[in-house]
C-alpha cells in the first residue's frame, strides 16, 4: 500500500534505496570478498534486484503520487525540488523501455566479456564487434533520451547534469591551446627525479600509513571502512555507510597514497550527505563532476602540495626510514608532483591528465556524430597520443584497450574527471579565501576547517541545487577553468623554475 | 509475468532465493565487516527484503500456479515433491498472517535488545517482560499452525519436520537414563590434564592452522571462505559461495579448531547441495537435524577421534613447537575428550552437552504446556543444572540468559542439537561398515573418501526425502539412539580406563 502523501512518496524512494544499497553491498561483495565460483549467482541476484528497482520506479501509482503532490504545490522548497527530481527521473525511465534496458544489458555483459579476451590477447579486434553493438546502443539511447543540439550532450546529461558538448568543446580548447603547449614547456625542462617512490616499500606499512591518512582527512570509520581490491573504488550504501578500497603495490609508493586521498575525498562527500534524507534526491550526490571536484581537491589541491606534507612527510619518512631518510621534503614535493607525458590515464600527473580525457572526448563525440567508426579507433587514439602527448603504445593495454568505461556503455563518463578537477581548483580557490590562514593550518595537520566548509557548501546539499548553481553559490561564478589554469601555471613554474 | 508452466514455477521460486540469498549477504556482512553506524539502515534493507519475498511467496498467482502444476499430475518424483514442499510452505506461511508477522518481529527485537541489556546488568528480571511477549507469542503460532498432540510439535516441527514432543521425550529419557549417569561415573575417575590447551597460542597461527584444517576436510576455497566474528556461524549464497567464520581464543586451543571443525561440516553440506536446483527444495538442506548431523559428525565423530590426530597431531606440533613438543598425541587425544559438568551449553564436551540440550527441551515442553511460568524459569533452571549436572550457576550469563535462541523466538530449535549428534553417530557407525579401512584412511589425511560417501548419500538430496528416511536409506533404521550410546561408552571406557 502506497500512501497518498509526501510520506507514502518518501517511504517509497526509500524502499528504492534499500534495494539499491543492498546492490551496491552485492557489487562491493563482489569486489572484495567473493569467491571466484560465487560469480553466476551473484549476477543474477544483481539482476533480479535491478529488475525489481525499474518496476518500482516506473509502478504507475508512484508516478500519479508525484504528480499528484506536485499538483498540490503545497510544499517548501525541498519538498517541490525533490518531486521535480523525481518526475524528471521517472521520465527518463520511461523513455528507456524494458526491451531497451534488457538489449543494453546483455550487451554491456558480452562487451565486459570480449575486453577482458581482448586485453589477454592484445589484440583490439577482438574487442570492435562488441564495442561497435555498444556504440550502436548509445546512439539508440540518445535519440530515446532525446536532446537539443547533439544525440553527445544526451549521454552527457546521465551524468552531469546540463553539461553539453558546446559547453566541454569551450573547455577542452582551453586544454588544448594552454595546458598542451604548457607541458610541451615543462618537458623541456630538467626532469625531476622521482626513482625513490620506486623502492621497495613493505605492503602492511604502506596499508596502515593509508588508514592514518584517512585519519588525518577527518573519514569516519565509525560509518565506513577501507579494502583491499584491484581497482581502487568508494561505494555508499547510505551516509552512514561508506566504503573504500585501495591498491598497494610494493614497488611503487605513489599508488596507495593518491588512490587512497582520492577515495578519501569521495567517501568525505558521501559521508557528509544529509542521513535523514536517504533515498531522496536531497540526499543524494549531486553530480559525478562535483563528486570527481571532491576527490581530485583532496586529492590534488591539498595531497599533492607542499602545506600538508610539511605535516605528514616527517611521519611517512619514520614509516619508511631506510627509503625516504635522505630525501628531503622539498625532494619529496618535486618527485610527487613530476609531470611527464605517459600512456595510462590513471597514473597521469594531474596535468598531462587533463589531455587523456580530451583525447577520450573528442573520440565520443565524433563516434556519436559518425564521423569516425569504431574499426579506425585504434588508429584515430595513438594518433591522437602522438599529436598532443608525443607518445605511442607499444600495445593495446596501454592504449585503446586501457579504460573499462566503453565496455560498460558509459559514453560520456570521462568528461566528468576534468570537469571535477576545474571544479575542484574553483572550490580551492574560494577556501583560501574563507579560511584564514588555511596552508598554515594544513601544515599542522589541521584538515578540520577545510571539510567543515565543504560539509557546509556542497555536501549538506545533496542535490537541492544543480551543480553550477551549487559552485555558483560558493564560489560567486559558474565553471571557469582559469582557476584551474592559475593554479598549475603557479605550481608548477615554482616547481620546474622557468 | 508468471509462467504457466513448472519453469515459470522454478524461476519464482529462483527469484525468492536471489532475495533470501542476498539477505543472507546483508547479514553476513553484518557480522564481519559491517562499520556500526551502518546497523539502522542495514535493519530496514533487511525489514524490506523480507516483506518482498513474504509477498512473492503468498502471490496468489503463485499458489494457483503450483496448485495447476500438482493437479497435471505428469511430473516425475523430483519435481512432484518439489511441488508438494513448496505447496506445504505456501500453506504455512498463508497461517501466519502478516498481522502476526509484524507482531512478532517487534517482539523478536525488543527481545534481543532486552536480553542484551539483561546480559549486561546480570539480572534476568529485565529480560522478562519481553520473554513472555515471546512466549505468548509462540503459543499463538503454535494455534495458528496447528497440531495434533502437543503445541509444542508446531514448533519442533519448524526445524525438524514431523519431530514430536512424544518422540523427543523417548530420546531424552535415555539421555536421563544413561548419560547422566555415565557423566557421573566418569567424573568419579581421575581426571584428564587439559592444562597445556589454555597456554598462549598465537592468533595468526590458530587461523592459519584453521584453513588447512578446512582444507584437509575437502572444503571448496574457491566456493566459500572462512573469517572471524564473535559466534562462528555457517552462511550460504548458494552452494557456490558458502561462508564460514570461526574464533580464536589466544588462551583456549581448542575454541579454533572444533569451531571451525563444526562449521566446516556446516559448510561441506551446503557446498554439496546441487547448485542445478538452487531455489529448490531440492537444492535446499533437508533439516536442522541433518545439518547438525554434518557438523557434528566432523566436529566429534572424526574430528576428537584417534585417527585423524593420528595425522593432524604431528602437524599441529610443528606449528605450536613450543606448547605442544613435549605432550604426547595420548595426552592430547584425552585432553579433547575430557569430559566435566560445566555451565556453558557451547563449551561442553560431547557427552554433557546434551545434558544441556535435555535442561532446555524440558524447559520449553513445561512453558508450551503452561506448567511453568516465565517468572519461574531462571530458578527451574538452576535446579535442573544442579540436579542433572551438580553446578549452579554463579550469574544468569551463565546460567539462563547465556542462548540468545528465545531472544528470537527460536522454541523448538534446541532439540536439533542432540537430534544431530546422534543422528551423526549413526551415520558414522555406517561409514565404518561402507569404507573399507576408514580409520587407517583418516590416519593419512585422507577425508575423500568420507566426503564422498556424505555427498552420495546425504548432500546431493536437498529436501527430495525426509531426514528420518534420509538415514533409514542409508544405514537401514530411522533415528536410533543407541549408535550414540555405543559410541561414547566404548570411548570414555577407555579414555577413563574404568
Known amino acids: 500500500m502506497m500512501e497518498n502523501t509526501y510520506e507514502g512518496y518518501k517511504a517509497h524512494l526509500q524502499k528504492i534505496a534499500h534495494l539499491n544499497s543492498t546492490m551496491a553491498l552485492l557489487s562491493w561483495d563482489q569486489e572484495t570478498n567473493m569467491p571466484k565460483k560465487g560469480a553466476a549467482i551473484r549476477a543474477q541476484q544483481l539482476s533480479t534486484l535491478s529488475t525489481m528497482v525499474h518496476e518500482l520506479f516506473t509502478d504507475l501509482r508512484f508516478e500519479n503520487l508525484v504528480n499528484h503532490l506536485l499538483a498540490k504545490s503545497c510544499f517548501g522548497f525541498k519538498e517541490m525540488r525533490n518531486l521535480q527530481l523525481t518526475k524528471e527521473s521517472i521520465e527518463e525511465n520511461k523513455k528507456l523501455n524494458s526491451d531497451f534496458i534488457k538489449r543494453a544489458a546483455i550487451a554491456r555483459s558480452e562487451a565486459f566479456q570480449s575486453w577482458e579476451q581482448a586485453r589477454r590477447e592484445e589484440r583490439f579486434s577482438v574487442?570492435?564487434?562488441?564495442?561497435?553493438?555498444?556504440?550502436?546502443?548509445?546512439?539508440?539511447?540518445?535519440?530515446?533520451?532525446?536532446?537539443?543540439?547533439?544525440?553527445?550532450?544526451?549521454?552527457?546529461?546521465?551524468?552531469?547534469?546540463?553539461?553539453?558538448?558546446?559547453?566541454?568543446?569551450?573547455?577542452?580548447?582551453?586544454?588544448?591551446?594552454?595546458?598542451?603547449?604548457?607541458?610541451?614547456?615543462?618537458?623541456?625542462?630538467?626532469?625531476?627525479?622521482?626513482?625513490?617512490?620506486?623502492?621497495?616499500?613493505n605492503k602492511d606499512a604502506q596499508f596502515d600509513f593509508s588508514l592514518e591518512l584517512l585519519n588525518f582527512m577527518g573519514y569516519d570509520f565509525d560509518a565506513g571502512r577501507q579494502d583491499l581490491s584491484t581497482h581502487p573504488f568508494t561505494i555508499n550504501f547510505s551516509a552512514h555507510d561508506v566504503r573504500l578500497t585501495t591498491r598497494v603495490n610494493e614497488y611503487n609508493l605513489s599508488e596507495v597514497i593518491w588512490s587512497t586521498i582520492h577515495e578519501g575525498g569521495h567517501g568525505l562527500y558521501e559521508q557528509g550527505l544529509p542521513i535523514n534524507h536517504y533515498g531522496l534526491p536531497s540526499g543524494e550526490y549531486v553530480s559525478l563532476g562535483i563528486h570527481e571536484s571532491q576527490s581530485r581537491i583532496w586529492e590534488n589541491n591539498i595531497g599533492r602540495a607542499l602545506p600538508w606534507w610539511k605535516f605528514l612527510y616527517p611521519k611517512l619518512q619514520k614509516v619508511f626510514p631506510e627509503q625516504l631518510g635522505d630525501v628531503s621534503l622539498d625532494q619529496f614535493y618535486k618527485a610527487i608532483n613530476k609531470v611527464q607525458p605517459s600512456l595510462i590515464r590513471t597514473s597521469a600527473d594531474e596535468l598531462t591528465y587533463h589531455v587523456h580525457v580530451m583525447i577520450r572526448f573528442e573520440i565520443e563525440c565524433s563516434l556519436m556524430e559518425g564521423v569516425i567508426e569504431v574499426t579506425d579507433l585504434e588508429e584515430v587514439w595513438n594518433e591522437k597520443y602522438q599529436d598532443y602527448l608525443g607518445v605511442t603504445p607499444d600495445k593495446p593495454t596501454e592504449g585503446i584497450l586501457q579504460d573499462i568505461h566503453w565496455s560498460h556503455g558509459s559514453l560520456g563518463y570521462f568528461p566528468t574527471y576534468s570537469v571535477g578537477s576545474f571544479y575542484a581548483a574553483q572550490l580551492y580557490a574560494q577556501a583560501e579565501k574563507d579560511i584564514p590562514n588555511l596552508d598554515e593550518k594544513l601544515a599542522q595537520g589541521k584538515t578540520n576547517d577545510f571539510l567543515t566548509l565543504m560539509r557546509k557548501k556542497i555536501h549538506q546539499y545533496g542535490k537541492l541545487y544543480p551543480a553550477d548553481q551549487l559552485v555558483e553559490r560558493f564560489s560567486g561564478e559558474s565553471l571557469n577553468i582559469k582557476y584551474f589554469m592559475d593554479y598549475v601555471h603557479e605550481k608548477y613554474l615554482k616547481i620546474y623554475g622557468f
Open 127 to 201: 574487442f570492435i564487434p562488441s564495442l561497435q553493438k555498444i556504440v550502436d546502443l548509445e546512439k539508440e539511447k540518445a535519440e530515446l533520451l532525446g536532446y537539443n543540439d547533439h544525440p553527445y550532450d544526451a549521454l552527457l546529461n546521465l551524468y552531469e547534469k546540463d553539461s553539453t558538448v558546446h559547453q566541454l568543446k569551450q573547455v577542452f580548447t582551453q586544454v588544448k591551446n594552454h595546458i598542451v603547449p604548457f607541458i610541451q614547456e615543462i618537458s623541456a625542462n630538467e626532469q625531476v627525479d622521482d626513482s625513490f617512490l620506486y623502492q621497495y616499500y
